[in-house]
Structures are given as C-alpha cells and as structure tokens.
C-alpha cells in the first residue's frame, strides 16, 4: 500500500543547531515533493517545492533534497530559532493528473532557546 | 486581500443533524479542496473542485457532499452527521500555473467540527 512516513515523534534541539526532519514514501513515484509548515490552530502555509529531477532546493535557512532511489526527502533548517518551532508537513502528489497532494502526518520541531 | 476563509470556526453537532461549512477564496483560483485532520493521520482530501460548477471525490468522500456555484465559493455538506466526522476540516486553494503541477496550496484556518 502507499505511505508517506514522518517521524511522528517530537524533534528537539538548540537554538542555532540544524534541524533536519525526514520524509519517507512507498508506492508513489511522484513528480513533486512540497514541504509545509502548520502552527497549531492553524492551517498548513507552504514553505518549498521540489521536482523529481531536482536534488536540492534552498530558500534562505531552508534547504531541501529529494532522493528518489531512497524514495526520502529530507528538510533542513539552519541557524534554527525558537520561533522555527511547528509542525511541518510533507506532501506529494501521485501522478493522477488532478494537482490534488496527499499529505505525510507532519513531524513537529520544538527549537529550545 | 484575505486569502482563503472558512465559516464557522467552531461547531458541535448532534448524531444526524445537517449543516454546512462554507469556504471563500479572494485570489481568483481555479482549483478549491476540502480536507481533514484527525490525530496522526495528516490531512485526508474528502472533495475537490477544478473550477466552477465542476466537483470530484477525494480519497474519502463518503458522508459528505460539496457544491461549488461560484468560483470563489466551495461548499462542503454533511448531510447526517456521525461521531466519526468529528475532526478538523480544511480548505484550500491553487492556481494552476505550474506546467506538471505542484502549484503550491493557500490554506484557510480550519473549522473544528465536533459530532457528539
């Protein structure tokens, strides 16, 4: 069956460390990989976009790779800060032409100062 | 410009009575999404729409209907309610101008459903 794993346990770390936080899926061959970022009470904001033939993508302190042989994306902050603090989310789409994503369970980061 | 809305933010419901949640988008977007969130299962995608008067299931549509008469509106209905849609529900919306997709997603803030 199909799965997109996220780390469903809390990631804690220091204030100007690395978070790195990791998406993993069975079954899909998707064309693309978006990251999100969701606070609570909130709705998810959408934070980058990476292709099947893209490596790596970086926005600011954000930077994501995409590996499609591991099938594993991996999400990067750096210089991570308090206010980094959230849920963040995976999605993928799967081929079916519709742009709708299916979303990973999100992996929540607590940044301690 | 206040990007996607929902209506209500809060609702409890008794087993079997009806009512609607309501979504509106201000950025002129084709594509409008209803989804929800329950604990450890991430966002589920109940119904879909790729334009106005046209709808399409999601991975779990049972239980629920939508309509989309305009194109900033996007109606989700539960016609009975039952325990089981208790849950947290969400819109969204794209644009599609991203040759292949991946046009990323605005979400609106949520309606906390309750069905008792």
């Known amino acids: 069956s199909q799965k997109i794993e996220q780390n469903s346990e809390a990631l804690n770390i220091q204030e100007g460390k690395t978070a790195t936080l990791t998406c993993n899926y069975t079954?899909?061959?998707?064309?693309?990989l978006q990251w999100y970022r969701q606070d609570p009470g909130r709705g998810p904001v959408f934070l980058l976009l990476i292709r099947e033939n893209e490596k790596e993508k970086r926005k600011e302190r954000l930077k994501v790779t995409f590996d499609t042989t591991l099938k594993q994306s991996l999400f990067h902050i750096t210089a991570s800060q308090p206010a980094d603090s959230a849920t963040y989310l995976c999605a993928l789409d799967k081929r079916t032409g519709r742009r709708a994503l299916t979303f990973g369970s999100g992996t929540r980061l607590q940044v301690q100062p | 410009n206040a990007g996607v809305t929902q209506t209500p933010k809060f609702r409890v419901l008794k087993t079997g009575q009806s009512m609607t949640l309501l979504c509106a988008q201000d950025?002129?977007?084709?594509?409008m999404y209803w989804y929800r969130q329950d604990p450890g299962m991430g966002l589920r995608l109940i119904h879909y729409?790729?334009?106005?008067?046209?709808?399409a299931k999601g991975e779990v549509p049972d239980g629920y209907n939508v309509s989309r008469l305009k194109k900033q509106n996007f109606l989700l209905g539960l016609e009975s309610a039952a325990p089981s849609q208790t849950s947290v529900y969400f819109c969204?919306?794209?644009?599609?101008?991203?040759?292949?997709?991946?046009?990323?997603?605005?979400f609106g803030p949520g309606t906390r459903l309750t069905v008792l």
């Open positions: 969204a919306s794209s644009y599609p101008q991203r040759v292949g997709g991946g046009d990323e997603q605005f």
């Open positions: 950025m002129n977007h084709e594509y």
């Open positions: 079954n899909y061959s998707p064309a693309y």
């Open positions: 729409s790729v334009g106005e008067g046209t709808t």
